[in-house]
Every structure is written in structure tokens, then in C-alpha cells.
């Protein structure tokens, strides 16, 4: 074995989640996430023969340090270390809703994988996720198709297009950044009249992106957003989306990592963005940048500016 090395990237928190039937017929909570490009998560991963176990810097990583020690029992030959030594980097903030930490357990796993000298395919990877943190993104899909993920199962519910349309998206933080814990345990199921409503986001969602339809899909975000936040955080974001040329909002689900939705084929994007700015900074939001999102994207776009 090798030292080994692997990158997972982040996310900027949800456009849809909820509840959604599978084939069975049985309510099972799903997400769809909104790809980011900002930051990401590098791994390194040593084996040492003389540990038995995984030692992980910084050490408050612990659900990177339990999937190592997973993906090493799932990947590695029989007569590899049990143990060795994992080192994580990246910029992504904990507890915004952007998946830092399974950005750390997709670079972790990916890093242990490549020290064995093997390339491990998405649902081994959400696999052993899930295994780590009990609930996990779907940021092992390194294509852009988007994808309605069973967080908890770590299987894809369904593939709803084969990638977002062009977005632009200028985010914000609610609540001043505050980070904010993912709850450990699943929720509730809801009555069946709130998974119906669900579902039929779910359907609008599927639609909007294979018409490649920004405003589509940033209509189910809206939606969304407020099905799950009803504070004034989420109140002061829709009232700086009434500005002109903006389509919607979307949100961190569980963080406070937010956005505004423009379409970068509308009648100048870059003027809509300046009033759009302003006006979360006149809502007393702050404001982390703007960046590119889906198929076609202009990568000029892309970045944070702080």
C-alpha cells in the first residue's frame, strides 16, 4: 500500500427535501442538492502497520476517522494495516448545510481507496458514507446529472434529468453563519397529504430540469425553502428576491447557507446581481459570492467574493 489521496467538493445546501414514496409505496426522507464549485475537501491517507487504528487530523474529525476505518475493511487486501494515519484540508465551513463532513468522508474514502490502488465506484462510496455518519449527501456523483438521494439509505430514489440548467447563484448567510447540527435521527414520516405535496415538487422539479428551465426549478426551491424555514431569516431572503431579473431562492436545510437564483441568459445578469447584492445587504444579510451552478454554466461566474 501507498500513501493514498482522494477530494470530495461540497454543496450549497438543497434546492428540494422531503418525503418521497419509493417503489414500495413507503415514505423515505430525500434531497436534492445544489452542486458547488467554491470549496472542497482534500484527504491524505497513510498506512502505518505498526497502529491499529486510524489517527485523523484535526481530531474533531471523527466520522472521517470511522470511515477510513470502513473503507479500509470494505476495500483494502486482507493482509493491508488496520490502522494509519489521515490528514484532512479544505476551506468548506462546518454546520452551514454545504456537507463538510461527508465532503471529509468521500475524501477519506477515496483517499483509503487510492492507497489500496483502487478506484471505488459511487454506491460503494455512499455505502460506506452512510455507514460513517448515518445520513450522508450525494457528493460521491462527480457527474452532472441531478439526482433525488435517500439520504439515510444512501441509494439514489431517482435520476431526475440528466443536469441542472444553467444557474447563477449569489449566496448569503441566514441567521449570521450560525452553524447549526444535523439532527442525528431521522424524522417523522409526515401525514400523507404533506408527502403528496412532496411529491408533486418532485414532479415540477423532474419537469423544470428536463425543459432546462431555471425559473422552474428555482420555483421548487422557493417552495421549498419555505416548507422548511419560517423565521424572518427566511422572510428578509424572499423579500431581496422580489428584486427584478431574480428567480427564487434556495436554502440549507439543516445550516444557514442561502442564495438567490438568477438565470444567466436573462437580460443582464450581472446588473441583476448588483441590485440583488444590495438588497440582501440592505436585509442585513451577508454576502459570500456568487458562483455558477448546472450544464453550461459560464465558468466567468464561478467564485466567491468576500
Known amino acids: 500500500m501507498r500513501t493514498g489521496h482522494g477530494y470530495g467538493g461540497c454543496h450549497h445546501g438543497e434546492l428540494l427535501q422531503g418525503f418521497f414514496r419509493g ?32 489517527a ?23 493482509d493491508a494495516p488496520a490502522g494509519g494515519r489521515l490528514r484532512l484540508t479544505g476551506p468548506v465551513p462546518a454546520g452551514l448545510g454545504m456537507g463538510s463532513s461527508t465532503a471529509d468522508v468521500v475524501a477519506t474514502i477515496r483517499a483509503v481507496a487510492d492507497a489500496c490502488g483502487v478506484v471505488p465506484d459511487p454506491r460503494t462510496v455512499a455505502r460506506i458514507a452512510v455507514a460513517a455518519e448515518g445520513a450522508s449527501d450525494p457528493l460521491m456523483f462527480d457527474d452532472p446529472a441531478t439526482r433525488l438521494f435517500a439520504q439515510r439509505d444512501g441509494v439514489v430514489a431517482e435520476v431526475l434529468g440528466p443536469a441542472l ?28 397529504p404533506v408527502v403528496d405535496g412532496y411529491e408533486e415538487l418532485r414532479d415540477r422539479l423532474r419537469t423544470a430540469v ?51 437564483v438568477v438565470d444567466p441568459a436573462g437580460t443582464d445578469p450581472a446588473a441583476v446581481l448588483r ?29 466567491v467574493h468576500r
Do not use: M, W, Y
Open 23 to 54: 417503489p414500495d409505496g413507503r415514505p423515505r426522507p430525500g434531497l436534492v442538492t445544489l452542486p458547488s464549485p467554491v470549496a472542497g475537501v482534500h484527504a491524505r491517507f497513510r498506512p502505518d502497520p505498526a497502529s491499529p487504528r486510524v
Open 56 to 78: 485523523v487530523h484535526p481530531r474533531d474529525r471523527t466520522k472521517a476517522a470511522r470511515a477510513a476505518a470502513l473503507a479500509l475493511r470494505a476495500v483494502a487486501p486482507p
Open 275 to 303: 441590485r440583488a447584492t444590495r438588497a440582501l445587504r440592505a436585509a442585513g444579510l451577508p454576502v459570500t459570492g456568487t458562483f455558477a451552478a448546472g450544464s453550461g454554466a459560464p465558468a466567468v461566474a464561478a467564485g
Open 210 to 260: 428536463q425543459r432546462a428551465d431555471p425559473a422552474g426549478v428555482a420555483a421548487v426551491a422557493t417552495c421549498s425553502a419555505r416548507l422548511h424555514r419560517t423565521d424572518g431569516q427566511l422572510d428578509r431572503l424572499l423579500g431581496a428576491a422580489d428584486e427584478p431579473g431574480v428567480l427564487g431562492v434556495q436554502i440549507a436545510h439543516s445550516g444557514n447557507v442561502a442564495g438567490l
Open 165 to 192: 440548467p444553467p444557474l447563477l447563484v449569489l449566496g448569503c448567510l441566514l441567521d449570521g453563519g450560525r452553524p447549526v447540527d444535523t439532527p442525528a435521527d431521522a424524522p417523522p414520516v409526515p401525514p400523507p
